[in-house]
């Protein structure tokens, strides 16, 4: 209670002086870390460079709760998959040097890697068109958990097992921590060293980041680490796993001291070189010369106005971000050993960018007022084809229905209208959203498209929302096998509910959807959708973000 009131009065008193005279940035700064800053839980640290040099660093909470060691500045945090910019730079000046090519089909290094009858190329994999499986996700489905021991000989038969692309090489940009893997081991293979011991001659020793290290053995003490935590209201505090072994996508160990070093270096290139440097920050392209939205190991988008490169991810009780504005050489790096709602270091990276560059980044623009939209008036008996349920999301389903001569859209959170733009197209009262619904060969409306102004668009399909009975239900029931994962689940009836079974994770219960679309209480996917065959007969399932059918047998 005492900590509690502590923390009110101090927000009270910053917005009080705030009232008064602006906060410095220091001050700013302090304001996002009020969760932090305590020697009672995990916590993280963070550091800012920006023109070349160090303008902010500090740490916050524990790195051992139980021998209560606080966290330095120089504690090791796993690092997650900020690793992927890494193995991209160690690719680039591998490449820099002679000693490979992107064009290199990847079996001229890993020759047991299977002949898909499509050539992956060392390009593919870095910049995520290879089409191979995600082994965070497909090992997940395969009933795998986030404890067990997982290495780059578990992901390799993954990879082996894997019967097809999941496209065409090049034509596709699909996120899989599987590519970085595969780069990792190619190092590994043209150098005739470890990735761990490659990384450390060529860039972190270089860089004087003398106690970054990829951590390649299970169970290997690292000197100074923080340990992970998760937490959840119903549970408390528990520790995160360490059995992860994949090194390339992950098992990077690193400081924010250390990690300050390496942005320093995007823009000075003491390592690497200009042209290593220019590779990092070079889009990928499709083989229809369609740019992609990644770099080698990162993300890249515009935010506020300012093109931004990212990496982040959270695994093992471990959670970070990375962000570098290479136009105001700026770069943040957010490490954290505490996953639970208090802490999110992707929003607090950003959050920090916008104190420092706040005279740089575009002010959102004030919303246009509904009454001076320019709306068309369509005949209204147009909209009765438009009225329906739509999938908007795995487990988030709209209706668009009819009021007089307007058209609305309906979702949990409240009623909208839609303004027509054209006979087909409407933007919605609030936001920025554009809806444009399409037909298919039967001229007949089937989906729509929503389009957010920021973002990604969203094929939204019509459906039919169903209520069976636990008679129909029976149809869907028996057991479900996948080869390739040699996996196995059944499906049986529970309390007049479908339930989803396998002998390592919990029952996963199904709600319906549509007439073979279910909606699921998991964390891995978020639907099933059951296939027929030509008879109509139930013949197995998909589950939502896996190209993987198990067979009913």
Known sequence: ??????????????????????????????????????????????????????????????????????????????????AGPFTGMAIAMLEAQGKLTLEDDVRKYIPDLPDFGKTITLRHLLYHTSGTWDWSEVLAAAGWRLEDVIDFDHILEMVKRQQKLQFDPGSKYLFSNTNYNLLAETVKRVTGQSFRDWTWANIFRPLRMLKTLVRDRLGEPVENQAYGYVYQPTRGYRKGGANLNAVGSHCLFSSVEDMGKWMLNLETGKVGGSTVIKKMFTPGTLDNGEKIDHACGWDIDTYKGLKRFTASGQWGGFNSALQYFPQHKFGVVVLSNWVSRWVNPVYTARSIADIYLEAHLKKAAPPTPTSKTKEIKPNPALYDQYVGDYRWMPGYVVNILREKDHLMLKTPGGKYQLLPQSETEFKLSVGNYRFTFQTNKEGKVHQVLIQPGGGDDVIAPKIALVNPTPGELKEFTGTYYCKELDARYVVILRDKKLVITHIRISDVRLTPESRDHFTTDSTTYRMVEFLRDKQQKVSGFKMTGFQITFKKI
Do not use: C
Request: hydrophobic share 50%; aromatic share 8%; net charge negative.
């Open 1 to 82: 209670m005492m900590v509690l009131v502590t923390l009110t009065a101090a927000v009270w008193a910053a917005q009080d002086r705030e009232k008064k005279e602006p906060l410095s940035t220091a001050e700013r700064m302090e304001t996002l870390f009020f969760e932090w800053n305590r020697l009672d839980r995990p916590g993280g640290a963070v550091i800012v460079v920006m023109d070349g040099k160090v303008v902010f660093q500090k740490a916050y909470g524990l790195a051992s709760m139980e021998h209560h060691i606080p966290i330095t500045t120089k504690t090791l945090f796993d690092v997650v998959s900020i």
